[in-house]
């Protein structure tokens, strides 16, 4: 997880979870409700400073599948394991916190802290988060 304001990265989280996902979708859905947690409290951290927000925070994903089953109010989670982090999130996007968009894996700045990249990859991704 990687927080950006203005171009500009705040902080970057890369933890091991605590839980064992059988499938990405599960994993995936676990990072992106732990990502919600934090982008409500610097929200919150943001407005008790003056900080105006206008509109909701914008989060990319790289899991397609994971991007229509939060974005979609007529997707239905069939794996019930993912209930609590499918709910927080879901609350999320319907109160207008956070706009979930899929992020292909070649342009995913994250993977710069949790992938072995070859070096071209590497310095495809430090291009981009130094422009």
């Not at 509109?55 to 069939?78: A, H």
């Not at 982090?85 to 070649?106: D, M, N």
Request: with cysteine; aromatic share 8%; hydrophobic share 40%.
């Amino acid at each position: 997880i990687i927080i950006f304001a203005n171009m500009t990265p705040l902080t970057w989280i890369s933890k091991k979870q605590n839980t064992v996902e059988s499938s990405t979708f599960g994993s995936e859905f676990v990072a992106l409700k732990h990502a919600t947690e934090i982008i409500k409290g610097l929200r919150y951290k943001l407005r008790m400073l003056g900080v105006s927000l206008d509109g909701p925070t914008r989060m990319c994903c790289d899991s397609q599948s994971v991007v229509i089953n939060s974005s979609f109010p007529e997707s239905v989670l069939k794996k019930k394991h993912c209930s609590v982090a499918f709910h927080i999130v879901r609350e999320a996007i319907a109160a207008g916190i956070l706009h979930i968009y899929w992020e292909r894996s070649k342009s995913n700045l994250a993977d710069l802290f949790t992938k072995l990249l070859d070096p071209q990859s590497r310095n495809h991704l430090i291009r981009a988060m130094l422009n």
